[in-house]
């Protein structure tokens, strides 16, 4: 009877001892841990350090070209259309380098005659490098249009003053660049550099609109002409 009352004793001591184990892991299993919320936001920064840059230095020279050769700011249509019937602007047509926006107004496929020769090249270059066509998707604006432009779209230059949109006096033009690829961007930005390097062209690629813009100075068609020369000459000579 002692012997038993020992066992049993222990037997009690033993059972006690795992029902206390088993109650506390379960009360540490059931218990949900609290996670403390981030309160940090993680931004990601862009970083934007394109090969054609814009400035402020670059619309003023813009302006200063627009100036030198006595161009008007185009007002309205009434000015558009005289220039136009004129030839002082010349139309830009499709072909298969260059193609030209379907929503661009037909009295908007106007540009200077320089401004042209150069649509020609790079579209005919590109064309060559690649077999596909440069789409163009704005050329001459009247201060009419600007202003419209400048309620909705605050990126866009302004209608007056020393930075206007060399739009409004038809030397420029802004290339799509959605359909590009990365190789084709590359490409055309170091054509479009060595120029401007030349100062021949001032250009910027846009950052919150998928486009190009390029001023064209009316030296390129001077420039042209005599690469033409050289070229001709370098091939009379084989």
Known sequence: MRLSSRFFGLFSLILLCV???????????NT???????????????YWNPVLKGSHESMIRQNEVIDELQLPRIANEEELL????????????DSRALRVSPRLDVTRRYCRRWTRQ?????????????????????LVRTVEQQHRLRRYNKNAAPADGDITSSHLAGIAVDFGKSPMLPRERRWFDQYVLELQQQGLVEAAEERRQACYHIMVSDKYEEWAASRKLVTAGAQGTH
């Open 118 to 138: 150069f649509l020609e090249d790079i579209s005919e270059a590109y064309y060559h490098q690649f077999n596909e066509p440069l789409w163009v998707t704005s």
């Open 82 to 93: 005289s220039l136009e019937v004129r030839e002082e602007l010349v139309p830009v047509s």
């Open 19 to 29: 029902v206390a184990s088993t109650n506390l892991f379960a009360l540490h299993s």
């Open 32 to 46: 949900p841990v609290k996670r403390q919320k981030a309160t940090r936001h993680h931004v990601r920064h862009v």
